[in-house]
Structures are given as C-alpha cells and as structure tokens.
C-alpha cells in the first residue's frame, strides 16, 4: 500500500494532507510534462496530485530514501510537498531541510510546510509555540536560498475531542442536543479554532505565502445540523454561521478529509465545499482551492482507510479511486485536486 516500504498514508481531492496531496496549480506555477491539462471554469485550474510527510526527520537525513521518494513521486505526476516540521526544526535541521526542499524543487515539486496538534486549539502556550513555527518558517525562507523556500503553509488542525483532550467539541452530539454548558464549551472551542486559523492566515498572506489547511468533512452536516460559531454581523446582531462559512475565506487551499474507501461517499463528503466555494466565487470572492483526501494508514478501518480495505490495499486502487473522486467532482470549479494521507 505504499509508494515505498515506508510510505504509510495517501490522500486524494482536490485538498489534502500529511505525506500524498493533490493540489491546484496556480498561475507561476509549471506542470510537470504529462501532468493534467487545465480545465475551463473559473480560475482554470489544473488538476494535479499532492502527498503529506510526517517522517521528516529520518527522510531529510537519508539521500538514498529521497532517490526513491523522488522516483515514486515521478510515477505519480506528484505536483506538491507538504512535509511536516516541527516549530523548532526550522533551526535545529535548517540544513537538511534546505536540501531537501531544493531537491524537491528540482525534481519539479512544491514544497508547503506542514505542522498540526489539536492542542494548538485550546492552549494558550502551545498557540504560541505554533505561532513562533510560522515565524521560523518565514526566517528560514529569508536565509535559505529561493530554490530551497517553502511555498505555503498547511495546518492540521481538527476540533474533535481525543483521549486526554474531551469536553470541548463533545463528539457524537449535534448542536440541538447539546447542554448549555456543552453548548458554550463547544462554541469557546469552536472560536478558538477560528482565532489560530485566522492568525496563521493574516500572518501567512503578510509574507505572501500561501495557507492551506485540512478540514473534517462534516461541519456542514452534522447528524444532520451545521457545526456553528457565534458571529457579529455587520448591523451589530449576533449569529450563528456554519463555521465552514467563516473558515473558507481564510485559506487558499481547503483540505476536505473524507474517510471512506467507497469513492461515491468520499466524493459526497467533498461536494457541499466545492460547491460552496464555486458559487463565492461565482459571486466574486477568491477562488478557494478545495481538495480530497483518503486515508491509506492501517489500523483504522476498511470502511475508513484503504490500508485496510480488502482488495483496496495497493496504490492501484487508492490512485484508480482518486480518479474516479475526481470525475465525480470536475462539475465545480473550485475542486481542484486528490490528496494521500501518507508517511514516507
């Protein structure tokens, strides 16, 4: 199920995260030869292919395991990078990543850096260590040479509650069940996670670098209600907007992680965003890029990842899948690429 021995997780859509991403080409950017053509639409967006990387420290050391990431990267049309580095690294392996990423560029791949901890939600302290990595990786740019710059930035940042992080979203009950204290926790948690998207994004656009971000599917829908966030409309009066609606603004590229191995309930789970972000776009806003994403680690579920799915654990599957998602998905403008959850 990998592109190598050690590559643990695939993405697909026109998002992504971790190590297998597909992503939107812009205007400065070259498709590789034999990469998609561009489709009509707004924008005209070129349909292309992106991959996550959580084992950054063992790969940026190993010239031998970058030979074969690159190979496999070629196999694939791979178009984007996005590999994880931890706030201090910027510094602590300043080096290695540099050649890295410069080997990356030459091989015709974009590199984003990647960072993501639910922590960075609710603490405080851990917000600002996360901000101080968006600074490093502005410093880091400004030092190394242009061929060794990150692109952009993407956050992986759900708001679920996890073992030793419960009683703030309240998982598993829609927002109409929810206790009034449960409500008030679930809506500091959510505006926390708005407040550090916001910062990251402000931040990132000041440096003109781009910000991407993986997104749970279901904040439109869930068990049936929109997932939402008070907000102060222009007239003063105080709402409560689906935060998806409040997010998409922020990001140039908008990561939709779909969970499912069947490829018309991944696609579902991608259209309300794609379809959302091509009609603000319609109406003149930016386009947001939305992208898919499938989970190929093992351990998780055949329903869920494709590690695990009978018959569906090999990148044959994963990648024919991936091009069915997006055919699915071509009719919005704004769908723009496939991701792999991934672990090189």
């Known amino acids: 199920m990998a592109l190598h021995s050690k590559l643990k997780r695939f993405l697909t859509l026109a998002g992504g995260r971790v190590q297998n991403e597909q992503y939107q080409?812009?205007?400065?950017?070259?498709?590789?030869?034999?990469?998609?053509?561009?489709?009509?639409?707004?924008?005209?967006?070129?349909m292309l292919k992106g991959m996550w990387i959580w084992n950054t420290a063992q790969l940026i050391v190993d010239d031998a395991q970058i030979d074969r990431f690159i190979s496999s990267a070629s196999s694939i049309n791979l178009s984007d990078v996005y590999l994880y580095v931890a706030p201090q690294w910027y510094d602590e392996k300043g080096p290695d990543i540099a050649n890295f990423n410069t080997r990356m560029n030459a091989s015709?791949?974009?590199?984003?850096?990647?960072?993501?901890?639910?922590?960075?939600?609710?603490?405080?302290?851990?917000?600002?260590?996360?901000?101080?990595?968006?600074?490093?990786?502005?410093?880091f740019n400004n030092r190394v040479d242009f061929d060794a710059r990150f692109h952009g930035f993407q956050a992986d940042i759900e708001p679920q509650d996890i073992p030793g992080h419960e009683g703030y979203f309240h998982n598993d009950i829609p927002e109409s069940q929810l206790t009034a204290e449960e409500h008030t926790q679930r809506d500091t948690h959510m505006q926390n996670w708005l407040d550090v998207l916001t910062r990251a994004s402000t931040f990132l656009r000041s440096y003109e670098l781009s910000f991407?971000?993986?997104?749970?599917?279901?904040?439109?829908?869930?068990?049936?209600?929109?997932?939402?966030?008070?907000?102060?409309?222009?007239?003063?009066?105080?709402?409560?907007?689906c935060i998806m609606d409040l997010i998409m603004p922020l990001v140039d590229e908008y990561v939709v992680m779909s969970y499912n191995t069947d490829p018309a309930n991944a696609a579902s789970r991608v259209s309300q965003q794609a379809s959302f972000a091509s009609a603000q776009a319609q109406q003149g806003a930016k386009m947001v890029r939305v992208l898919g994403a499938v989970e190929t680690e093992q351990g998780v579920g055949g329903t869920v990842s494709y590690g695990d799915a009978p018959g569906k654990d090999s990148r044959g599957a994963v990648l024919e899948d991936m091009g069915t998602i997006e055919n699915m998905l071509q009719q919005y403008p704004a769908f723009s690429a496939s991701q792999t959850y991934a672990a090189v």
């Open 25 to 46: 080409a812009t205007a400065d950017v070259k498709p590789k030869s034999g990469a998609p053509s561009a489709r009509g639409g707004i924008g005209n967006m070129l």
């Open 108 to 139: 015709g791949l974009r590199v984003w850096a990647l960072d993501g901890d639910v922590n960075y939600i609710d603490d405080p302290t851990a917000q600002e260590t996360f901000m101080d990595g968006l600074q490093g990786l502005v410093d």
């Open 212 to 241: 991407g971000a993986a997104m749970v599917f279901w904040l439109h829908d869930y068990d049936g209600e929109p997932v939402t966030v008070p907000s102060q409309s222009s007239n003063g009066s105080i709402t409560q907007p």
